[in-house]
């Protein structure tokens, strides 16, 4: 059975997200050279707050972005 057949057998919209976030992930790292700096920053910065435990779940971070895109 290849990838995308057992992609089609998920039905977990959460489990399918977190799939698609590395997928994308994995895309962004392969391109790294395509980023500007301050997006190659906020990586960066990102991976440092990973690594500290500096967290959000799904739920908050995505309430977060709502309230970033009202400013």
């Given amino acids: ?6 992609l089609d057998d998920i039905h977990d919209p959460q489990l399918l997200d977190e799939l698609l976030n590395a997928v994308n992930l994995e895309h962004e790292i392969e391109h790294i050279d395509q ?9 960066d910065e990102g991976i440092s707050d990973a690594d500290a435990g500096s967290l959000h779940s ?14």
């Fill in 1 to 6: 059975m290849n990838v995308k057949e057992r």
């Fill in 58 to 71: 799904n739920s908050e971070a995505s309430q977060l972005v709502r309230e970033w895109l009202k400013k």
């Fill in 35 to 43: 980023l500007s700096d301050p997006e190659k920053a906020a990586i």
